[in-house]
């Protein structure tokens, strides 16, 4: 009966709470669903059964908040230069925001498009962002661009073997070599890529990457708080 799932934002949980008649049928609910059922509109977790706090998912699913970010002018369309600017607000410098806006846009540009015709500008259609899902993947995003939280936890129940809340460099590089499809190659590079960037930009002083932080990288609002963050830094310049 539970199958009616789909967020839990505090309105479904309400009905939620209605719906399944008491506590007890509700933790029953949430338990059972929540690792099950692909979540169109959150990214949940364990520690996180609703999803980011404050994170408003504008009706979009997962995967198009995840890029959203680089949507600056909040248009639905990425161009190569918002996806600069988009790295640059987080910090990085221009030669890597360079070549990240290259990869992404060239690589993830046509499959968004609604014509068969190539478009110069290197446009990237948020709306249709799941059509870039590649191989060799970790499949959290489904192809809907859903989040399927069972996969999420099974990267940290078969990867994080130093710390349950954390993987390592190390532990990384064996998941995406453990996820590698056959004759992929394209796949490989932009999984390599997509992983090896999320150990830069979230690493802790150990040089472990949190469980939260790929959790907000899935979802977008990890960007946010890193743009958040060389905000601040810039204000304090000042100060
Ligand atoms: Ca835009």
Same mark, same amino acid.
């Given at each position: ?6 967020d839990?934002? =505090? ?10 008649? @008491?506590? =007890?049928k ?5 338990s059972?669903n929540?690792?099950? /059922?692909?979540r169109?509109l959150?990214a ?5 059964? =609703?999803?980011?706090p404050?994170?408003?998912h504008?009706? !979009? ?7 959203a ?5 909040h248009?639905g369309?990425i161009y190569?230069w918002?996806?600069?600017a988009?790295?640059? *607000? ?5 030669l890597?925001?360079f070549?990240? !806006?290259l990869?992404?846009? /060239?690589?993830f @540009?046509?499959?968004?498009l609604e014509?068969w /015709? ?6 990237i259609y948020i ?5 870039t ?7 959290v ?7 399927t939280?069972?996969? #999420?936890e099974?990267?940290?129940s078969k990867y *994080?073997?130093t710390?349950p ?6 532990e990384?590089?064996? !998941?995406? $070599?453990?996820?590698?499809d ?10 390599k890529? $997509?992983?090896? #960037?999320?150990?830069w /930009? ?5 040089g !472990?990457?949190?469980?939260?932080a790929i959790r907000?990288?899935y979802d977008g609002s +990890? +960007? $946010?708080v890193?743009?958040?963050?060389? @905000?601040?830094?810039k ?5």
């Amino acid at each position: 009966m539970c199958d009616v799932i789909v967020d839990h934002n =505090l309105f479904q949980l309400i009905n939620l709470c209605v719906y399944c008649e @008491s506590k =007890l049928k509700l933790l029953w609910c949430l338990s059972l669903n929540q690792k099950d /059922i692909p979540r169109a509109l959150v990214a949940v977790d364990d520690e996180y059964p =609703l999803g980011t706090p404050d994170h408003d998912h504008k009706g !979009m699913t997962v995967l198009q908040q995840h890029v959203a970010f680089f949507d600056r002018n909040h248009d639905g369309v990425i161009y190569p230069w918002e996806t600069y600017a988009g790295f640059r *607000a987080m910090g990085f410098n221009p030669l890597v925001s360079f070549l990240s !806006m290259l990869f992404i846009n /060239i690589s993830f @540009s046509y499959a968004t498009l609604e014509s068969w /015709i190539p478009d110069p500008l290197l446009p990237i259609y948020i709306k249709n962002i799941h059509r870039t899902k590649h191989g060799s993947d970790s499949d959290v995003y489904d192809t809907e661009g859903r989040f399927t939280p069972w996969r #999420f936890e099974e990267i940290f129940s078969k990867y *994080a073997r130093t710390h349950p809340q954390y993987v390592t460099y190390d532990e990384l590089l064996e !998941m995406t $070599e453990a996820m590698r499809d056959a004759f992929d190659v394209f796949g490989w590079i932009a999984n390599k890529l $997509e992983w090896g #960037f999320t150990y830069w /930009i979230a690493k802790n002083e150990k040089g !472990m990457v949190p469980k939260e932080a790929i959790r907000g990288v899935y979802d977008g609002s +990890f +960007f $946010e708080v890193l743009e958040k963050q060389q @905000s601040e830094k810039k204000y304090k310049k000042y100060e």
